[in-house]
């Protein structure tokens, strides 16, 4: 949306993170602590279920050289966006080997926890690549899982795998009420085209969405929220949450609520990568936030015959033509324009010759809503529309629809806790109006029994000449926002747990 957009200032050039020789040896140090931390033969998931998996030694020697920074000092002194190849190809590796310890304009953290992340920040960016480099589909997000559960229980936690075995959840601290976070562990099925040296190792699966950055992040603030917790300055308990199987249906945030993930929870917040948004920056809104995606397909049937005689036939091609067309603009009309109502169809087929008319076509499409009373409403009111199309044409008709995720909905006071959290993690200036998103979130499952908000982590690279959406093979992040991440989540949950109003 403009307004927003024309409001984001600028990125001070003076502000991109440069990593001088001793910052290299450091990175190296954690992307090879990271990759062998990782190398054990069986899978903690897998030993959990009863089951040995053997790694493939050959590619695990491959992916940690490939964590291994092979950049020279003078290389890793240049700013974050100009990496280059050993061939001297520009790459998209964004590099951060660290972050000031409080980002000007911001507060600090309790307990020197700045200081604290400062320090860790090349172990999570060598976390964030590593998993980068590993990505698991929706559902068998194994390996994932067990990284998380390990470097929990290396911190002292006590971590408890979903049933599955791909998916953790863990407390922080104590008391009855608490405050969830919740990051998203799954890659999509796409090919990583990035020439970096994390590139996915997994032919046709890549983390085109950030939950790479989404699962650092929820780490990294658990391990701080940790430090706290251990010197009793924790004002309460918070529960992280490491969902499986957000980009499929059915999702995972269900299996999450099933196996306890919300109870005694008195609100949830998480973050999701924006890369139109550059690193440093983060949008909010409360409100409706993504919407509801549900899929529909109509099946028609009727006698088909030559096209010299369409009236002797039920004329499929035409009465899909009516569907196509006719459906979503009476849509428009039957429902109120601020509900956020969008039916568009993505395919269609009927038929192969020219003079034939078919016995069956077929169309699909999906159905975005903003309105959470609209969302209810739809179904039947496009199928009704349907039926009332296709009588006059004589054609049998099948409509199937399928639910999908429920609209996000910020909730209001949610909202402002997080943006205030987020404000005082990185600087008033630094927050943003976020846009409404047509996509969906299965977020939206939690909002459906307690207060929650969802906000957007800027990730994009300041300058950068080409600007990726998520979903896209090439997608990478500037690992800055990581630690900017860090601090919101950490700033959340303490500001929640001190204001009581849930």
Same mark, same amino acid.
């Given at each position: 949306m403009s307004g927003a957009e024309a409001a984001i200032p600028a990125v001070p050039a003076d502000s991109r993170l440069c990593a001088g020789p001793s910052d290299t040896q450091l990175y190296q140090h954690h992307e090879n602590d990271v990759a062998l931390r990782?190398?054990?033969?069986?899978?903690?998931?897998?030993?959990?279920?009863?089951?040995?998996?053997?790694?493939?030694?050959?590619?695990?020697?491959?992916?940690?050289?490939?964590?291994?920074?092979?950049e020279t000092a003078a290389t890793a002194?240049?700013?974050?966006?100009?990496?280059?190849?050993?061939?001297?190809?520009?790459?998209?590796?964004?590099?951060?080997?660290?972050?000031?310890?409080?980002?000007?304009?911001?507060d600090p953290l309790p307990g020197q926890l700045d200081r604290w992340l400062a320090s860790r920040g090349a172990e999570l960016v060598a976390i964030r690549r590593h998993i980068h480099a590993h990505p698991e589909l929706s559902g068998h997000e194994f390996e994932t899982a067990a990284l998380v559960a390990r470097e929990l229980t290396r911190a002292g936690l006590s971590p408890r795998m979903l049933p599955k075995g791909n998916g953790v959840m863990c407390d922080i601290g104590y008391g009855e009420r608490v405050i969830a976070l919740r990051a998203? $562990?799954?890659?999509? *099925?796409l090919p990583d085209t990035k020439?970096?040296?994390? @590139?996915?190792? &997994?032919?046709? /699966?890549?983390? #085109?969405?950030?939950?790479?950055?989404?699962?650092?992040?929820?780490?990294?603030?658990?391990?701080?929220?940790?430090?706290?917790?251990?010197?009793?300055?924790?004002?309460?308990?918070?529960?992280?949450?490491?969902?499986?199987?957000?980009?499929?249906?059915?999702?995972?945030?269900?299996e999450v609520i099933a196996a306890g993930g919300l109870k005694d929870v008195a609100a949830i917040f998480?973050?999701?990568?924006?890369?139109?948004?550059?690193?440093?920056?983060?949008?909010?809104?409360?409100?409706?936030?993504?919407?509801?995606?549900?899929?529909?397909?109509?099946?028609?049937?009727?006698?088909?015959?030559?096209?010299?005689?369409?009236?002797?036939?039920?004329?499929?091609?035409?009465?899909?033509?009516?569907? $196509?067309?006719?459906? *979503?603009?009476?849509?428009?009309?039957?429902?109120?324009? @601020?509900?956020? &109502?969008s039916? /568009?169809?993505? #395919?269609?087929?009927?038929g192969e010759a020219a003079n034939a008319i078919p016995i069956e076509g077929v169309a699909r499409g999906t159905i975005r809503v903003l309105s959470r009373d609209a969302w209810r409403d739809v179904p039947e009111l496009v199928t009704k529309l349907v039926h009332d199309v296709i009588a006059p044409t004589g054609a049998d008709v099948e409509v199937t629809y399928t639910r999908g995720v429920p609209p996000v909905v910020n909730d209001r006071l949610a909202t402002a806790i997080i943006a205030g959290a987020a404000g005082a993690a990185l600087g008033p200036d630094r927050v943003v109006e976020a846009e409404i998103s047509m996509g969906g979130e299965d977020f939206a499952f939690y909002l459906d029994g307690i207060p929650g908000s969802m906000i957007r982590l800027g990730v994009g690279v300041p300058g950068a000449e080409t600007k990726f959406d998520i979903h896209q093979s090439a997608f990478d992040v500037d690992e800055r926002a990581i630690g900017h991440g860090v601090r919101i989540m950490v700033h959340t949950a303490l500001a929640a747990l001190s204001a009581g109003a849930f």
């Open positions: 990782h190398l054990d033969p069986v899978s903690l998931s897998m030993a959990r279920m009863g089951r040995a998996a053997p790694l493939d030694r050959n590619r695990e020697h491959t992916v940690t050289r490939a964590l291994t920074l092979t002194a240049r700013p974050v966006g100009k990496l280059k190849s050993s061939s001297g190809s520009s790459k998209a590796g964004h590099l951060s080997e660290g972050w000031p310890e409080t980002p000007p304009g911001a998203d $562990l799954d890659a999509l *099925p020439d970096v040296p994390y @590139r996915s190792t &997994v032919d046709n /699966v890549c983390h #085109a969405c950030g939950h790479d950055v989404h699962t650092t992040v929820l780490l990294g603030a658990g391990l701080a929220l940790a430090q706290l917790a251990e010197r009793d300055e924790l004002p309460g308990r918070v529960r992280l949450l490491f969902q499986p199987a957000e980009e499929t249906m059915p999702s995972g945030a269900p998480a973050l999701h990568c924006a890369p139109q948004l550059p690193v440093g920056l983060v949008g909010v809104r409360s409100g409706p936030f993504t919407a509801a995606a549900d899929k529909i397909e109509v099946r028609l049937t009727g006698r088909g015959g030559h096209t010299a005689r369409p009236h002797l036939t039920a004329d499929l091609v035409h009465a899909l033509g009516r569907i $196509l067309v006719d459906v *979503p603009s009476l849509l428009d009309r039957k429902l109120d324009a @601020r509900a956020g &109502v039916m /568009v169809w993505g #395919a269609v087929r009927a």
